[in-house]
């Protein structure tokens, strides 16, 4: 089974960008779809992108309007997640995740198979 392992959480300021990586270990990425999910305090983890094994499909949660972009380095066996203009309700826990069975790319948390711990994304005002 595959290992997922987040990095490049922090603190920035509204407006500022940052980039969440994933690393994976144990199977090649290219075997999975990837997505992201971010987890606030108090609320229900959702969905903020997911891409297909090649990286020709994204998608993403209404909320990202273009801020945000979701890539993929199956050679190197990571995923990135590229944020600009941060604000405030972007702040969360940010989780990524691969399914091994979905043809494309879900947005539901129930369709993926394994987890990373999390990297926390604070954006203040």
């Known amino acids: 089974q595959v290992q997922l392992v987040e990095s490049g959480g922090g603190l920035v300021q509204a407006g500022d960008s940052l980039r969440v990586s994933c690393a994976a270990s144990?199977?090649?990425?290219?075997?999975?779809?990837t997505g992201w999910f971010r987890q606030a305090p108090g609320k229900e983890r959702e969905f903020v992108a997911a891409?297909?094994?090649?990286?020709?499909?994204?998608k993403y949660a209404s909320f990202v309007k273009g801020r945000f972009t979701v890539s993929r380095n199956n050679a190197e066996n990571t995923m990135h997640l590229e944020m600009n203009n941060l604000n405030p309700e972007d702040s969360g826990v940010y989780y990524c995740a691969a399914d091994s069975r979905s043809m494309y790319a879900p947005v539901t948390a129930a369709a993926y198979d394994y987890w990373g711990q999390g990297t926390q994304v604070t954006v203040s005002s």
């Open positions: 891409i297909s094994r090649d990286g020709g499909l994204m």
């Open positions: 144990g199977q090649t990425l290219s075997r999975y779809v």
